[in-house]
């Protein structure tokens, strides 16, 4: 997906091989590699991409406690060519990230790397994201998942 084009589904945005689903991941860094690699993989984002959005989360961190659970949202800024995708990994432990309201710490049970194209588009699927993880019968669903399609089918808008 490009800037400039509408956002109807956000499971359009998030390959299958971007769901990472029980990732063992040693911190925050390596569970962002981790995702990171899974977009180059799919095409998304450049080779540096991982340490576009480390580096951005030492600054602004992403973690957030919602009413679903605790989450986190790491992204970098967009660059020429990459386009717009989401991984999601479900990491097999909680992974702490910085919070984003204040000085300490968020366990983050679940983590959507966003690679954004700018625009609006960011915008609409940053507010699906937030709409899905504020839902706790969908974040109850994202966290007892088997398969990327379980995943995905609780990110459509009519899961």
Request: charged content about 25%; proline content about 7%.
């Amino acid at each position: 997906m490009t800037v400039g084009e509408s956002l109807t589904d956000l499971a359009e945005l998030v390959p299958d091989q971007a769901i990472l689903l029980d990732l063992d991941a040693a911190d925050r860094d390596a569970l962002i590699r981790a995702m990171s690699d899974a977009l180059h993989s799919a095409g998304l984002v450049d080779p540096d991409y991982a340490d576009r959005c480390i580096q951005r989360e030492r600054e602004f961190p992403t973690g957030l406690e919602t009413t679903g659970g605790c989450i986190a949202l790491p992204h970098a800024d967009p660059r020429e060519g990459e386009r717009m995708g989401i991984a999601i990994a479900r990491p097999t432990a909680p992974v702490e990230f910085g919070a984003m309201a204040d000085e300490g710490t968020v366990p983050a049970r679940l983590v959507f790397l966003l690679a954004v194209a700018g625009g609006e588009t960011h915008v609409e699927a940053l507010a699906k994201v937030i709409e899905i993880v504020q839902d706790p019968e969908r974040m109850a669903g994202l966290m007892a998942a088997t398969t990327p399609q379980e995943v995905k089918r609780l990110l459509r808008r009519n899961p």
